[in-house]
């Protein structure tokens, strides 16, 4: 009998807001001060004051998504029309058209089994690129180390991709902070969710000052910017207006939220390593580790179908978890998966990327919320074994 799909956890709610927001968004709703430029010390400029003390770095930049993060970040750097940026060939599409709304031209890099970037790809690809974009795919860090120093040896600034690393921490540094640039998402499926959301961080006061030029603080809306007054002025009508503010309403639900990151990091992590070891009882499945510098804040579970397996089989353990309740999405497996990268047909040609495809069509993604309660995870790790079980007996 498999397990009762009707009574499985609900993997896709996301927690609730933070009653402390509603006050703030009950004012907003009444004065209508909506706009991040019409009052001094808006939610939006608390955002990004709060936003950069967390991290422990000095400018931060709230616009409306991860992407056009990505883009002011790259736009600040001022990279050339036609810059080769290096980016993982396991992203979201949405980071390979930041880097063509730039101007810019993605040089994929292989992705290992791990999720990470494949370091001897990352050399062979490094001389003659302009920019190194490491966006950390579901959490995952790639070897920061390495990056950095093949960077710094090429003089080639490195943005982090940082939507889905909030809380993650490499050595003693916070993920986003080892960059030149660092960008987040507050997209709902994000540890912070406002619905829809971004922010650049940089300790660079002229990046800082440029973003803030472009992500629309026109005339002299950047004096509602503390401590970037020369800079900003430096910039004044030097720049095109790309309008992606973010609005109060968004910084509103936010603000609240920033006193929950350490404990949805620290819940996430706890939940994703129990469920790690108990997939580990199969040898069909495979979870691979963090890295050794590396301290997890996972939202969610990825995992490889170990050994020989063929893509029917890997549909009927698709199947058999669906039965059992739980949603287990194979990237490369469902069609027009939006992180499958022979799908990206937007950027023309695309390489052969043997290693990144391999993997993504055995590599399986769970969502895995930090609220998620004991019995959930025995729930959902028991589905999968049972799932396994009926597709490769032991
Ligand atoms: C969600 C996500 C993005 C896109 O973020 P948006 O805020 O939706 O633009 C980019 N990169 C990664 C790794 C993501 O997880």
């Given at each position: 009998m498999p397990r009762d799909a009707q009574i499985a956890p609900n993997c896709y709610d996301a927690e609730p807001i933070p009653e402390a927001a509603r006050a703030e968004i009950d004012r907003l709703l009444t004065t209508g001060d909506l706009f991040r430029y019409t009052s001094e010390g808006s939610p939006v400029a608390r955002l990004e004051e709060a936003f950069a003390a967390h991290m422990g770095v000095r400018y931060a930049v709230a616009v409306s998504s991860c992407s056009q993060a990505l883009f002011l970040a790259m736009k600040a750097l001022d990279l050339p029309e036609g810059a080769r940026v290096l980016v993982p060939a396991f992203t979201f599409a949405a980071v390979p058209s930041a880097i063509v709304h730039a101007g810019g031209v993605p040089v994929l890099v292989e992705v290992g089994e791990d999720f990470r970037i494949d370091l001897e790809d990352f050399a062979a690809k490094i001389a003659g690129a302009d920019a190194v974009l490491i966006s950390h795919m579901r959490g995952h860090t790639s070897d920061m180390d390495a990056i950095m120093e093949q960077a710094e040896a090429h003089g080639l600034p490195v943005i982090e991709d940082a939507a889905h690393s909030l809380g993650t921490r490499w050595h003693d540094r916070k993920i986003g902070t080892i960059g030149r640039i660092g960008c987040f998402s507050f997209q709902s499926y994000k540890l912070l969710n406002a619905g829809e959301g971004g922010v650049m961080i940089t300790d660079d006061p002229d990046l800082a000052a440029r973003a803030i030029i472009m992500s629309g603080a026109y005339e002299h809306n950047w004096k509602k910017h503390s401590g970037l007054m020369t800079r900003c002025e430096a910039w004044q009508n030097k720049l095109p207006l790309y309008n992606c503010r973010m609005q109060n309403l968004s910084a509103a639900i936010l603000l609240p939220q920033i006193g929950e990151i350490t404990r949805r990091a620290r819940d996430g992590l706890r939940n994703h390593d129990h469920v790690a070891v108990r997939l580990g009882e199969s040898r069909w499945l495979k979870v691979p580790p963090a890295l050794a510098p590396e301290t997890r804040a996972p939202d969610s579970l990825q995992f490889l179908l170990a050994g020989e397996w063929s893509d029917d089989e890997a549909r009927a353990f698709q199947a058999e978890?669906?039965?059992?309740?739980?949603?287990?999405?194979?990237?490369?497996?469902?069609?027009?998966?939006?992180?499958?990268?022979?799908?990206?047909?937007?950027?023309?040609?695309?390489?052969?990327?043997?290693?990144?495809?391999?993997?993504?069509?055995?590599?399986c993604d769970i969502r895995l919320p930090a609220r998620l309660t004991q019995p959930d995870l025995e729930f959902i790790s028991e589905a999968l074994l049972e799932a396994v079980a009926q597709v490769k007996p032991a």
């Open positions: 978890a669906k039965a059992r309740g739980v949603s287990v999405s194979v990237f490369g497996l469902s069609t027009d998966n939006a992180r499958a990268f022979w799908n990206w047909q937007f950027l023309g040609d695309l390489p052969e990327l043997p290693k990144t495809r391999a993997m993504l069509v055995r590599a």
